[in-house]
């Protein structure tokens, strides 16, 4: 039996990742935004401040635009080191130099303030300008593409430099025999085989080596689990099923959050 790693500040990689799970963010007196709920853990002294907090409104003013989502959003800083997960799915940083990148609102877990994060017109996305580095978790690990190239919904991750995809209906399949059986029945859904987002155009687009989304989850919602402070019994809406409707106990879901439907087309 194999002896397992232990890890303390001086041995944990800087800004780098520790396993394919987890990722390790160095602060030095910097200031990072993360979203809420992938920290796991951390060394030294680090605050996290709301998105609403009033003396970071200079920094927020410069680095984050999605009002819809500055609930999910916090911002670490300090000094320490700072470890990063999503429910054990993949995770990896990127960088980007003078770039412009959109991904899945849920797949974003931090990134520098030197990028601007901006709200984009496709519905479940956001889009980063600028250069620098942010986290990002995955279904498996990612491809990256080059356009043109047509591709399922489930599988995007999102798509740098590049137009924002259009819809693609592949209308003989629709219109065929197993197209019938499911207009007959009800059963079946729309796939990747049915329906893509079609990209054009110079630039990358970025795959997750699954055609399953990963599933949403409320930012800042306490699980329903025992040990866990504040948890309470399940429907008390306290992270049990009561919990479901918003991103935290009790805060209905913002107007352009599509949930359900939003995840039934592949946005």
Same mark, same amino acid.
């Given at each position: 039996?194999?002896?397992?790693?232990?890890?303390?500040?001086?041995?944990?990689?800087?800004?780098?990742?520790?396993?394919?799970?987890?990722?390790?963010?160095?602060?030095?007196?910097?200031?990072? @935004?993360?979203?809420?709920?992938?920290?796991? %853990?951390?060394?030294?002294?680090?605050?996290?401040?709301?998105?609403?907090?009033?003396?970071?409104?200079?920094?927020?003013?410069?680095? @984050?635009?999605?009002?819809?989502?500055?609930?999910?959003?916090?911002?670490?800083?300090?000094?320490?080191?700072?470890?990063? %997960?999503?429910?054990?799915?993949?995770?990896?940083?990127?960088?980007?130099?003078?770039?412009?990148?959109?991904?899945?609102?849920?797949?974003?877990?931090?990134?520098?303030?030197?990028?601007?994060?901006?709200?984009?017109?496709?519905?479940?996305?956001?889009?980063?300008?600028?250069?620098?580095?942010?986290?990002? %978790?995955?279904?498996?690990?990612?491809?990256?593409?080059?356009?043109?190239?047509?591709?399922?919904?489930?599988?995007?991750?999102?798509?740098?430099?590049?137009?924002?995809?259009?819809?693609?209906?592949?209308?003989?399949?629709?219109?065929?025999?197993?197209?019938?059986?499911?207009?007959?029945?009800?059963?079946?859904?729309?796939?990747?085989?049915?329906?893509?987002?079609?990209?054009?155009?110079?630039?990358?687009?970025?795959?997750?080596?699954?055609?399953?989304?990963?599933?949403?989850?409320?930012?800042?919602?306490?699980?329903?689990?025992?040990?866990?402070?504040? %948890?309470?019994?399940?429907?008390?809406?306290?992270?049990?099923?009561?919990?479901?409707?918003?991103?935290?106990?009790?805060?209905?879901?913002?107007?352009?959050?599509?949930?359900?439907?939003?995840?039934?087309?592949?946005?």
């Amino acid at each position: 039996m194999s002896t397992p790693v232990i890890f303390d500040p001086m041995t944990l990689p800087s800004d780098d990742n520790v396993n394919a799970y987890t990722f390790c963010v160095e602060l030095k007196g910097s200031q990072w @935004f993360l979203q809420k709920g992938k920290m796991i %853990a951390y060394y030294g002294r680090i605050d996290f401040n709301g998105i609403g907090h009033g003396r970071l409104d200079r920094l927020v003013r410069t680095s @984050f635009h999605s009002p819809l989502h500055a609930s999910d959003w916090v911002v670490a800083e300090g000094s320490g080191k700072m470890l990063l %997960a999503d429910r054990a799915f993949d995770v990896n940083s990127y960088d980007l130099d003078e770039g412009n990148l959109t991904i899945r609102a849920g797949n974003l877990l931090a990134y520098q303030p030197s990028l601007a994060l901006k709200q984009s017109i496709v519905p479940g996305f956001l889009t980063l300008i600028g250069t620098g580095t942010f986290v990002a %978790a995955s279904n498996g690990p990612v491809v990256f593409m080059e356009p043109p190239l047509r591709v399922d919904p489930q599988a995007l991750v999102g798509w740098a430099d590049c137009p924002s995809p259009c819809h693609h209906y592949d209308h003989g399949y629709l219109s065929g025999v197993l197209g019938g059986l499911r207009s007959l029945t009800g059963l079946g859904g729309v796939s990747g085989e049915e329906h893509q987002f079609e990209f054009v155009g110079a630039g990358t687009v970025l795959l997750q080596s699954t055609e399953t989304l990963m599933p949403e989850q409320f930012a800042g919602t306490v699980p329903n689990e025992p040990g866990v402070p504040g %948890a309470g019994p399940a429907g008390s809406g306290h992270g049990g099923p009561g919990a479901g409707q918003g991103g935290m106990g009790g805060v209905p879901r913002l107007p352009g959050q599509l949930g359900d439907l939003q995840r039934r087309f592949g946005l």
